[in-house]
């Protein structure tokens, strides 16, 4: 049985150069993964359960939109999956809330992914083996920005198999979230509170 072995790159002098062959950029992808997390700030205890993904996952996938779309990117909704693909370098890229990102185990979508997700992926020729992928048939490279909720973010070119991600066969850590660059991205100085003096006056 023929399989490929997920590549796993970790550093930015290996993740860079991989990015510019997709056309992406690490600071455009985590302008994004900034977005996301701070949409998903906006849930309330009034709003329903899920409205924090939701926010996340709307302001994610605008925010790639918003970054890339231009000359080279444009957007793509193909197999309901909604995505920016670079039709020269046949590659799409759509957003994901993630369990955890930029672990030893391939993250898992927050949300079940539909029988879309699956076909956009292509078709896979085996079954898939831990630690190792089916070879993909298709022409297309899918990957997702994966955001997980403490801010970590990968670029993953994932197999989707029963509405979830099972295998990766491409894997680039772009940030570890908390503790690395999530904090100094997410914090706006001119957010911080105004002290004052209460002024009272008698009528």
């Given at each position: 049985?023929?399989v490929?072995?997920?590549?796993?790159?970790?550093?930015p002098?290996?993740?860079?150069p991989?990015?510019?062959?997709l056309?992406?950029?690490?600071?455009?992808l985590?302008e994004?993964?900034?977005v996301a997390?701070?949409?998903s700030g906006n849930?309330?205890?009034?709003h329903?359960?899920n409205a924090?993904?939701?926010?996340?996952?709307?302001?994610?996938?605008?925010a790639?939109?918003?970054?890339f779309?231009?000359?080279?990117?444009?957007?793509?909704r193909?197999?309901?999956v909604?995505a920016?693909?670079?039709?020269?370098?046949?590659?799409k890229v759509?957003?994901?809330?993630v369990?955890?990102?930029c672990?030893p185990?391939?993250?898992?979508?927050?949300?079940?992914?539909?029988?879309?997700?699956?076909?956009?992926?292509?078709?896979?020729?085996?079954?898939?083996?831990?630690?190792y992928a089916?070879?993909q048939?298709?022409?297309?490279?899918?990957?997702?920005?994966m955001?997980d909720?403490d801010?970590?973010?990968?670029?993953?070119?994932?197999?989707?198999?029963?509405?979830?991600?099972t295998?990766?066969?491409?894997?680039n850590?772009?940030s570890?979230?908390?503790?690395?660059?999530?904090?100094?991205l997410?914090v706006?100085?001119?957010d911080?509170?105004i002290d004052?003096e209460?002024?009272?006056?008698?009528?």
């Amino acid at each position: 049985m023929e399989v490929v072995r997920t590549v796993i790159r970790r550093e930015p002098w290996e993740i860079e150069p991989r990015l510019r062959e997709l056309g992406l950029s690490r600071e455009g992808l985590l302008e994004a993964r900034d977005v996301a997390i701070h949409d998903s700030g906006n849930a309330t205890p009034f709003h329903a359960a899920n409205a924090a993904g939701t926010f996340s996952y709307h302001g994610g996938t605008w925010a790639l939109r918003n970054r890339f779309v231009g000359p080279d990117w444009v957007v793509d909704r193909a197999d309901s999956v909604e995505a920016i693909k670079n039709i020269k370098l046949r590659v799409k890229v759509a957003f994901s809330n993630v369990d955890a990102a930029c672990t030893p185990l391939v993250p898992k979508p927050r949300t079940k992914k539909g029988a879309g997700a699956e076909r956009a992926m292509g078709p896979s020729l085996f079954d898939e083996l831990p630690q190792y992928a089916p070879r993909q048939a298709g022409d297309w490279q899918f990957f997702y920005l994966m955001v997980d909720m403490d801010g970590a973010a990968e670029l993953t070119r994932p197999v989707v198999r029963g509405g979830t991600f099972t295998s990766a066969i491409e894997r680039n850590y772009l940030s570890r979230g908390k503790g690395d660059d999530v904090d100094k991205l997410l914090v706006n100085p001119d957010d911080s509170p105004i002290d004052f003096e209460p002024q009272i006056a008698r009528k």
